[in-house]
């Protein structure tokens, strides 16, 4: 696994073009997400800023998110409200580039976006209880550059979709966020978690 | 091994075959980059319900005519609501996406439709609560697209194309139903 990231990695690099996008900036947006919780169904929406650097097609991006949560399992349980945190890291690739317009320095282009990042999240549940754990995620979005908005600044607008593994929490650990305390039928264990979540965003830098 | 392995397993040395020969196509794009946002319907667990998923896709192609080989990852996720039924899938394999029917339009920048008929084969990684399921597929597909051609444009992909369409993959006990919207990017 470990030889296939890095793989990755070096055809990233080995591949990478000049680039005329913002070397780095700033931005953020709308998420709607859902993700398994062992048995339980987890779906909610917030918002996200991120900050990118960026060398050539490779961009290194900090990304933080804060979200609302609903926790289900079940049609006897009723669900639970809480907040989600995320923070993390992604590796951003520009894969594919078209760019129909280009006077001199304003650009405009329609980018393919490839992401591959880890990330913690955090889930503070209404009355108590919280669930933290690390995870991974890949993703591809489609990215829509407008060049030089300004004398200082450039501007991109970037729609994707995200899909996340994480290891699971103990069903014990489970029951006590989605029933208040053991769920009856006991909650079947589960070999990993797994998340989706639908990105809308801009950004602005030089 | 049953009807749906063999198929897969002959479909995908076909696919092979065509990917390793294939040169350009009528508008001068030799390979593609791309992905789909798209829903699927699942229903591979004998018994079981179906359940309609979030998907992602990613292709890289090459072109040959009219003729397209494409090398496919795709991941969804599924959750209806009931405790146990939460899903993933996730296929890897390939297709021949076939522009039965075609039309330019020629202006400073070439504007085109296509209608595609495409046939693909691989392997599925299907997961709930109950356990994985594992198995070859065959699927067929159904896409409209709208390709953009700019000879002189400044990136390096002086092509893109959107599709709109949906897909039909079949394993052994169960079949999947996908739609969605791909981009690509051609050079």
């Known amino acids: 696994m470990r030889l296939a990231i890095i793989a990755a990695l070096g055809a990233c690099v080995g591949s990478a073009r000049a680039d005329d996008g913002p070397a780095s900036s700033i931005g953020g947006g709308l998420t709607i ?137 103990t069903t014990a650990a489970v029951s006590r966020a989605a029933c208040r305390g053991a769920c009856t039928p006991t909650p079947a264990p589960v070999a990993y978690d797994a998340a989706w979540a639908i990105v809308l965003g801009g950004a602005w830098g030089r | 091994m049953g009807t749906v392995s063999r198929a897969a397993v002959a479909a995908l040395a076909l696919l092979a075959l065509g990917a390793a020969t294939a040169r350009a196509d009528e508008l001068g794009r030799r390979r593609g980059v791309g992905m789909a946002m798209q829903d699927e319907y699942i229903r591979i667990r004998p018994g079981q319900d179906g359940m309609v998923g979030l998907g992602i896709a990613l292709h890289l192609g090459r072109y040959w005519r009219a003729l397209q080989w494409r090398g496919e990852l795709a991941g969804a996720v599924a959750s209806p609501g009931g405790p146990a039924q939460h899903a993933q899938l996730l296929r890897a394999g390939g297709a021949v996406r076939w522009a039965a029917l075609a039309t330019a339009i020629r202006s400073i920048r070439t504007l085109g439709m296509t209608a595609n008929l495409d046939l693909g084969a691989g392997y599925l990684w299907y997961g709930d609560a109950m356990g994985p399921i594992r198995r070859p597929y065959v699927g067929v597909g159904l896409f409209g697209a709208m390709i953009m051609q700019d000879p002189r444009a400044a990136g390096p992909d002086p092509a893109l194309s959107f599709a709109l369409g949906t897909r039909l993959t079949l394993v052994e006990g169960g079949w999947t139903m996908t739609g969605g919207l791909e981009i690509e990017w051609g050079r």
Request: no cysteine; net charge positive.
């Open chain 1, 33 to 169: 997400r859902g993700a398994t919780i062992g048995s339980a169904a987890s779906v909610g929406a917030g918002g996200f800023v991120d900050a990118t650097v960026r060398r050539g097609d490779l961009a290194l991006a900090g990304v933080a998110s804060a979200q609302t949560a609903r926790l289900a399992i079940g049609d006897a349980t009723p669900p639970v409200d809480g907040l989600l945190l995320t923070a993390g890291a992604a590796l951003r690739w520009t894969a594919g580039r078209f760019e129909p317009e280009r006077y001199g320095d304003r650009r405009y282009g329609i980018d393919l976006r490839l992401d591959l990042g880890a990330e913690l999240e955090s889930y503070a549940w209404d009355g108590g209880g919280r669930l933290t754990r690390p995870g991974v995620f890949v993703g591809a979005a489609t990215q829509f550059d407008f060049g030089r908005v300004s004398r200082r600044a450039r501007g991109e607008v970037t729609i994707g979709l995200r899909l996340g593994l994480a290891r699971p929490h």
